[in-house]
């Protein structure tokens, strides 16, 4: 028997409100945090910040609009937790190509245990890239990803020899984008100190030291201050995120497959961590293709492994913006009942 409950009443804007703030936890491609959200009596809308965007390591907006989506994801969760149908409308203006989507809600909806575990998990959810520990995930665990991804896009788990593969394509990923001076300084400006205030990836979660594993992760130019001990990736499972196409609304539904697979990874202890450098440059780009068989053009490379359960030493947590550098209500008129704070 499903265990729900209703939602005490809200008004619509109020519960935009919340939600467009709680998609703030949403993850994003260097913690650029590259959305903005306009809350209006009736609708959501969700914008690409593009001021925020990598011009030089994303030229085409592909890892931006997955951002976005990862966000948008969040949001309807939110919605759904606080008792919600919402229904949304991607790229619904083509004149306005940073309009990413409009949230409009249909009624009420009992909320489900489901949804109060995923909004649970959007506050607890980050990128733990300390090496994961020598336990496989059950077969179980994958599969609930894997179905959680598919129900908003298409994710592809790598066999053993893909993964050989994985590794070998990132690792040219790496030296190339070592070797382009504009990406190396935008690395070196979304890690340092001069970046924008809640943004970017702070020393105290980057990696203290390169791991010696079948996967490379992104090498951001610098040490961090995590240790990552030893160890080595053999438990881990890795996974592409893929579509059909490779246009906005592709990217847009990617990343809401993104958030989808890492809430639940989250609600099951199972850390997830982004290969996005693999995906920008295009020689190793062309590797993942193959990898997926003509099924598709790939997005994101994923790494999947049992979080490390130490309590005393968890892994830190990235910055993020106020409410007020990401949620516009100005449309919504004075005196209604929204928290600006």
Known sequence: ?????????????????????????????????????RVHPNRLDLFANRDRRLTAGDPQGRQLTLSCGAALHHARIALAADGWAAH??????????????????????????????????MHIRHTDRRLVIERPIPEVGIQAIAAAARAEGNLHILTADDVADLGSAAGRAAAVEAGDAQIAAELMYWT?????????????????HPTQTSVPGRDFGRP??????????????????????????????????????WLTATTIGVSVVPLSGVVEVAGTCHTLRR????????????????????????????????RAQVVDDSAVPPGAPVDRH
Do not use: C
């Open 1 to 37: 028997m499903r265990h729900e409950t209703m939602a005490v009443d809200r008004l619509p804007a109020l519960a935009f409100a919340d939600a467009a703030t709680a998609a703030g936890n949403a993850p994003s491609i260097l913690n650029t945090q590259p959305w903005l959200w």
């Open 88 to 121: 949304v409308t991607r790229l619904p203006k083509a004149s306005d190509p940073d309009l990413l989507a409009t949230l409009v809600v249909s009624g009420r909806t009992p909320v489900t245990m489901e949804a109060i575990r995923l909004a649970h998990a």
């Open 192 to 208: 340092g100190r001069t970046r924008l205030s809640g943004t970017g990836l702070p020393a105290s979660v980057l990696p203290d």
């Open 224 to 261: 961090g201050t995590l240790p990552v001990g030893a160890g080595h990736d053999r438990a881990a499972v890795y996974a592409l995120l893929f579509g059909d196409g490779d246009g906005p609304l592709d990217w847009l539904h990617a990343g809401e497959s993104l958030s989808a697979a």
């Open 291 to 322: 990898l997926l068989a003509g099924l598709g053009h790939p997005y994101l490379a994923l790494r999947l492994g049992i979080a490390n359960p130490e309590p005393h030493r968890p892994s830190p947590r990235t910055p993020r913006l106020t």
